[in-house]
């Protein structure tokens, strides 16, 4: 029998670290430009971390938000799952340093590794566990620290990034309403794993020897061509699936890698670009973190209201896409 519970987005809250780097300061070090980085990827600037503003740390006070705009405290939260690709160690997951920092001890967390598609992978999980009951409320989580493992000596993928993190509290609900998230699609596709990156992990090293500490790579262009192709599709099953025009949506909130992308994505399939929510000029790609930094923007700034109906997607380098369906 199907189950009666649904997932409510109760709130959401992000965090960007302070400093801010812009293309005239990268173009300061790199053989590049503000001109191109802007017509290329629409990017002015980006975020970098500092040395406290650790994975765990941004996604703390990103959950904080969350939980205030959502008007609940730490001990509602019985489940935390992080996107993200950066950890801060390669355990204790990134999940369960926030718990401690939220100073709570009950319920369970773990990190989801699906790169840029990591929070509409977490999202969908936590929908999962909160539907078959194993929890009532979870923090889903977008946190990033990108600028730890580009190579800043490759102008073709160092521009593109940026740090940062988002959040959102997702709590049961079994009373009447049509609100919640109302469907969530996955998929994957390994054997394009070599365009789009990192080439180390822990405890990897050359012939050498040497560690490999791990640095992403990409194939740009062949990322764009996928990225177009199987978000449009990944949109399209979406609106299928709960049997909605484009022209239902209220706010199409993308994975912010590149306004080119956007832009296509948008008129392939007719939605308007002021329904569109873009953060990429400001935010730079924040991988796992940039739905949900974008998602409380418009939701905090009077844009995305209650009742709405917003579509998450984003694709990530495995190839991992995805979207979510949600109505406020
Ligand atoms: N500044 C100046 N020139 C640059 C540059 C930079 N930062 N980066 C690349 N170039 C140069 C290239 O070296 C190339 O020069 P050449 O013609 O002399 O060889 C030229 O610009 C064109 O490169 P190309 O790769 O064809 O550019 P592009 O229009 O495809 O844009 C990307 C490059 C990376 C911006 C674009 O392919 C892209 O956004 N891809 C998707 C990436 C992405 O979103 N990844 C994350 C997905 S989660």
């Known amino acids: 029998m199907a189950s009666s519970i649904r997932s409510i987005l109760a709130g959401a809250g992000s965090y960007l670290p302070e400093r801010i780097v812009t293309n005239d300061e990268m173009a300061a070090t790199l053989d590049t430009s503000d001109a191109w980085i802007r017509e290329r990827t629409g990017i002015r600037q980006r975020h970098r971390a500092g040395p406290s503003e650790t994975t765990a740390a941004m996604a703390t006070a990103a959950a904080r938000r969350a939980l205030a705009f ?15 690709s950066t950890p801060d160690q390669a ?16 319920g369970f967390g773990f990190d989801v590794s699906a ?5 509409v992978y977490a999202l969908s999980l936590a929908d999962e566990l909160i539907r078959c009951g194993r929890c009532r409320g979870a923090l889903v989580i977008g946190s ?4 730890r493992i580009l190579d800043y000596t490759d102008r073709s993928t160092c521009v593109l990034f940026g740090d940062g993190a988002g959040a959102v509290f997702l709590r049961a609900s079994e009373g009447e ?17 070599d365009i789009l990156f990192v080439d180390g992990a822990v405890g990897v090293a050359d012939a050498a020897g040497t560690p ?26 979406a609106l299928a699936a709960n049997h909605l025009l484009a022209t239902d949506i209220d706010w199409l909130v993308p994975h912010q890698a590149n306004i080119r992308i956007i832009d296509s994505m948008g008129r392939k399939l007719g939605i308007q670009q002021s329904r569109v929510v873009v953060t990429v000029d400001r935010h730079a790609n924040t991988s796992a973190a940039s739905i949900p930094l974008a998602l409380t923007e418009a939701m905090t700034d009077g844009r995305a209201a209650k009742g709405q109906l917003v579509l998450l997607e984003a694709l990530g380098g495995g190839l991992v896409w995805g979207s979510a369906l949600v109505r406020l």
């Open 144 to 147: 990033e620290r990108f600028s």
């Open 70 to 84: 959502a008007g609940v405290d730490a001990s509602a939260v019985d489940l935390i799952i992080v996107g993200t």
């Open 115 to 119: 790169a840029c598609a990591g929070f």
């Open 177 to 193: 309403g049509n609100d919640g998230i109302l469907s969530t699609h996955l998929h994957a596709q390994g054997s394009l794993g």
């Open 212 to 237: 490999l500490s791990g640095k992403l790579r990409m194939n740009g262009r062949e990322v764009f061509r996928h990225a177009v192709h199987r978000l449009t599709e990944t949109v399209e099953e």
């Open 91 to 106: 355990f204790p997951s990134v999940a369960v340093r926030v718990q401690a920092m939220l100073g709570i001890e009950r």
